[in-house]
């Protein structure tokens, strides 16, 4: 699933390539995607008209801000993800007008195009369509997003160490699990606690409540540090994960711990052990993670 500096890269690109650009259609195969309003009919008939005035990330799910004070959200989920070009309609079959990038597999489950005036067209591949995207009043969206109830972004400016210390220290849960808690931190996942656990040398098992305040510290650290490393890469690409023109991001190169399973651990030569927990893919060294 795409993580924080997935969703921050396709974000920042959206707002490069379609801020102020205006709906003037869309074209729909998988009415499953749309949540709200459920009526197709009544969706499509929201949304034609408007300009999109901000595009921005609130923890994985993508929000567009809409003129006449309208939001449309889009959580992309497994394998969603959007991107932009041109693509040619014949029949059922969805075709990128130019050779390149979007012709790769994993971008050729084209289940929404949204035709946007000065002839950009925004579309969105999702192979497994778990995709959710919703159309709300900017009144309903601030209380959908009470309702989600997410912890501070690890990227946020104010998120300093002492309020990360307040928050994990508080947590009796294995580390790992605890930042990969999105209503006590939101953005990270599976590949980047990991990876930050791995930088600041700690156990992916130890209890969140057992972490000294220096071992807090190098972990805020890590994770900042990580996160910025891999948005400036465009993301990691291990699964379905594209930017926006259909190229890959390039962190999984980066990467030193997740998917090594079995390699050397980078720092003391031991080998990387992989382990489950709580149905995830854990990686860690057990020699210099303790
Ligand atoms: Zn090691």
């Not at 109830?149 to 307040?166: A, I, M, Q, V």
């Not at 993301?235 to 399973?261: Q, W």
């Amino acid at each position: 699933m795409p993580e924080l500096p997935e969703v921050e890269t396709i974000a920042r690109e959206l707002k490069e390539k379609v801020l102020s650009r205006t709906f003037l259609d869309i074209w729909i195969d998988a009415p499953k995607l749309i949540k709200k309003p459920k009526n197709l009919t009544k969706f499509k008939k929201e949304l034609i008209g408007r300009k999109i005035t901000n595009i921005s990330r609130m923890g994985k799910i993508i929000v567009f801000d809409l003129s006449g004070d309208m939001t449309m959200f889009v959580h992309q989920k497994m394998t969603g993800h959007f991107l932009i070009g041109k693509w040619n309609r014949k029949g059922k079959q969805i075709i990128p007008a130019e050779k390149g990038f979007l012709r790769d597999s994993a971008n050729k489950y084209i289940h929404i195009i949204f035709y946007l005036d000065k002839g950009k067209q925004l579309a969105f591949s999702d192979l497994r369509k778990f995709a959710r995207i919703e159309l709300l009043s900017r009144k309903d969206f601030e209380k959908f997003k009470k309702e989600l109830n997410l912890g501070p972004d690890s990227l946020e400016k104010n998120f300093s160490l002492d309020k990360f210390s307040k928050i994990i220290s508080s947590q009796k849960g294995k580390i790992k699990q605890v930042l990969m808690n999105q209503k006590i931190i939101s953005g990270i996942g599976n590949i980047y606690s990991d990876e930050a656990l791995f930088e600041a040398k700690i156990n992916p098992f130890r209890p969140a409540d057992s972490l000294s305040k220096k071992e807090l510290q190098k972990l805020l650290i890590a994770i900042k540090m990580i996160l910025r490393k891999s948005i400036k890469a465009g993301g990691d690409s291990v699964s379905d994960y594209r930017r926006t023109d259909g190229s890959l991001g390039e962190f999984d190169k980066l990467s030193k711990v997740y998917a090594r399973e079995g390699e050397k651990c980078l720092r003391c030569k031991s080998t990387i052990k992989r382990e489950k927990m709580g149905g995830r893919s854990t990686h860690f060294c057990p020699k210099c993670q303790i």
